[in-house]
């Protein structure tokens, strides 16, 4: 109940936020069009054939675009063609190129393709395309007035260069206000998947400048074969990419088909498994590993008998040595798994104790690794409270307060946790996260 | 304005950089995500085989036969890929399949109700796959990898057929051994079985009798 209000309260939000930036951004954009009017000089004669044809090459990248669907982003690979245009046919048909372009594809792709869009959506993207079009022309007007112009290979780069950093920027900055996360971490996120194709786009640029100025505009088409390479090499690499997480989704499935009361809300605690990572100072990737590893540190209970994990009683000695076999097996299910290697040991030593009476290994307290402490500490924590839920409760332990449990924690830290850990799950708990 | 040298320097970058990425985009990538799929499939199978121990080994088995059964039938390199990963992934449905039922009771005491629990799993594991948008292409044979030849809900796709002759003639061979394997399989073939599968299998079966890999099999349950 309280998660469907928040949800709906953060759509709400989400579209205030949408529209707020909408008339900025419009704003913005429109004042950066009347200025460039008058500040930016004008070509005697206008290349038409130069124009049409980047127009039309310009659409033809636009539709094909790549789906990042879990940043919810639709990555589009026109820049190349709209730099050329605003360095040899002017500024301002560069601005009215793209705009043109954005709207149109994304009133129309999504038809092709069977999804909505809703206007403030189109608008937004527009907005943003003409703001990051207006800011890549000042540069370039910036840069004509210094060198003194006849350079379009150095203006095209200015003005790519401009556009890209404020495009990159708005798209952070909206993803971060839509998404509750700090800005720093969807820039990052944005660099890496520039990195790549940064550098080659920048090369595009200048090809079709350099083939429109000193070859034949109708060369220009050519530059879709580097374009097409590129956005092929990204689309397979975002599939790479969605896989991993599908594979992570997949097994906590299959785990919860298993043992559903397993799962709780493991999820929300993962999160704070994180949060604690990252206040043990992880990195930030690093700690996100620890999160997907708190997802999948009971992985291993896919093979051990839900009659067990349920039996309300205390567990015989072969009962006990048949559930503690789960850190074992969840390594060596995720053992074949490249991108989770990192997880394996964290997961086999989930359930190592300090004073050493854990097991599988029975490692002394400095070789155990702390991500399976901080594991073993959210794995106490979700077992004591429970959520309110059927099937959310472990049947061999009556709930407690959140506060108790954390009381409990703090009671056998030194020997079953780790005393750092439980200080940071502590106040990460305090915060808020987890519960 | 003629080309330069300028015009040239980037034309030739751009075309060894384009030819570049073709490559990867084409020949490295693809390879590198199908080492992924492979990768999380083998940890789905193990998975299912950590809680199933008398399945152990079946999964490979099943694997390998299914491909050579595949090659017989003249399938394409892509289609027998497809049919590996789905020989292996068959089963993931089986992690909501009661542990005790499958451990601790023999098959030969499993009422009708029990066996209509047990091939739950297909349809469970086929649900599942959907949600893989990667492995998606799978979840009808995964679906169907049960189902007869004769099926009043039409004819089953190649790979499920396939797949469903080579899994019975395991099941039947672990217990009653090669002959009667055989038998079964020629019996129900054109009822049960997909008879130019059953062909297939048979074909494979006399032509490289691979004894050694059927002494290695795990005892029957």
Not at chain 1, 8 to 17: F, G, H, I, P, Y
Not at chain 1, 144 to 160: C, D, K, Q, T
Not at chain 1, 213 to 235: G, N, Q, T
Request: aromatic share 6%; charged share 20%; proline share 6%.
């Amino acid at each position: 109940m309280r998660q469907a209000a928040t949800i709906k309260q953060r759509q709400a939000n989400r579209l205030a936020v949408a529209h707020r930036l909408l008339i900025l951004l419009t704003g913005t954009a429109l004042l950066g069009i009347v200025a460039m009017r008058f500040r930016a000089s004008m070509p005697d004669q206008l290349p038409i054939a130069a124009a049409l044809i980047l127009f039309a090459t310009s659409l033809a990248a636009e539709s094909v675009p790549v789906e990042l669907s879990r940043r919810g982003l639709r990555l589009t690979f026109t820049l190349p063609f709209v730099a050329a245009m605003a360095v040899i046919v002017g500024p301002i048909y560069a601005v009215a190129l793209d705009t043109i372009n954005t709207v149109l594809m994304a009133t129309l792709y999504p038809r092709f393709v069977g999804k909505s869009n809703s206007p403030v959506w189109v608008g937004l993207n527009a907005a943003i395309s003409a703001n990051s079009c207006v800011i890549g022309s000042a540069v370039l007007v910036a840069t004509r007035n210094l060198s003194g112009g006849g350079v379009p290979e150095i203006e095209a780069l200015a003005f790519m260069l401009g556009y890209g950093a404020s495009n990159l920027l708005l798209i952070s900055h909206l993803e971060s206000v839509l998404s509750d996360r700090p800005p720093s971490e969807s820039l990052t996120r944005s660099l890496r998947l520039g990195a790549l194709s940064f550098g080659l786009y920048a090369l595009t640029g200048l090809l079709v400048v350099e083939l429109c100025v000193k070859a034949s505009p109708f060369l220009v088409p050519l530059a879709l074969i580097p374009v097409l390479s590129l956005r092929r090499a990204i689309r397979i690499q975002t599939e790479i990419y969605d896989h991993y997480y599908e594979t992570i989704a997949a097994l906590s499935q299959m785990l919860r088909h298993a043992h559903p009361y397993t799962h709780g809300h493991l999820e929300r605690v993962a999160i704070a498994a994180e949060e604690v990572a990252r206040r043990l100072g992880m990195s930030a990737p690093h700690a996100r590993l620890v999160r997907e590893a708190a997802v999948l540190h009971d992985i291993g209970k896919i093979a051990v008998s839900e009659d067990v994990l349920d039996k309300p009683a205390k567990l015989d000695p072969v009962e006990m040595e048949h559930v503690r076999c789960h850190s074992e097996w969840g390594a060596e299910i995720l053992e074949p798994v490249k991108p989770l290697q990192a997880l394996v040991p964290w997961i086999r030593h989930h359930h190592e104790r300090p004073d050493g009476a854990g097991y599988p290994d029975r490692l002394p307290d400095e070789k155990i690794p702390v991500e399976s402490k901080i594991i073993a500490v959210v794995d106490a924590f979700d077992a004591m409270t429970g959520g309110p839920g059927p099937g959310q409760q472990r049947t061999y332990r009556a709930p407690r307060t959140v506060q108790d449990a954390l009381a409990e924690l703090e009671r056998c830290s030194g020997t079953q946790f780790d005393p750092q850990v439980v200080k940071a799950f502590r106040e990460v708990v305090e915060e808020g996260y987890a519960v | 304005m003629k080309p330069d040298g300028l015009f040239w320097i980037v034309f030739l970058s751009a075309a060894g950089i384009t030819g570049w990425l073709y490559f990867y985009a084409k020949v490295w990538l693809p390879k590198h995500l199908d080492e992924r799929l492979q990768e999380s499939v083998k940890a789905f199978s193990t998975a299912v085989e950590l809680r199933f121990p008398s399945h152990a080994g079946l999964s490979a088995r099943v694997e390998k036969l299914s491909v050579r059964v595949g090659r017989q039938l003249g399938l394409n390199e892509n289609q027998l890929r497809d049919l590996s990963l789905a020989a292996t992934l068959r089963d993931v449905g089986l992690c909501s399949i009661p542990y005790a039922l499958v451990n601790h009771r023999p098959v030969n005491t499993w009422s009708s109700a029990d066996f209509s629990t047990y091939f739950q799993h297909a349809k469970i594991g086929s649900a599942m796959l959907e949600m893989i948008p990667s492995l998606r292409r799978l979840a009808p044979v995964v679906a169907q990898h049960h189902e007869p030849y004769d099926s009043k809900d039409g004819l089953p796709n190649r790979h499920a057929r396939i797949l469903h002759v080579v899994t019975d003639y395991l099941w039947v061979e672990r217990r009653q051994g090669d002959f009667l394997a055989r038998k079964h399989l020629k019996d129900l073939s054109g009822t049960e079985f997909d008879p130019e599968v059953v062909q297939a299998l048979l074909a494979v079966l006399t032509s490289n009798p691979d004894v050694k890999e059927r002494e290695a099999a795990i005892p029957a349950l």
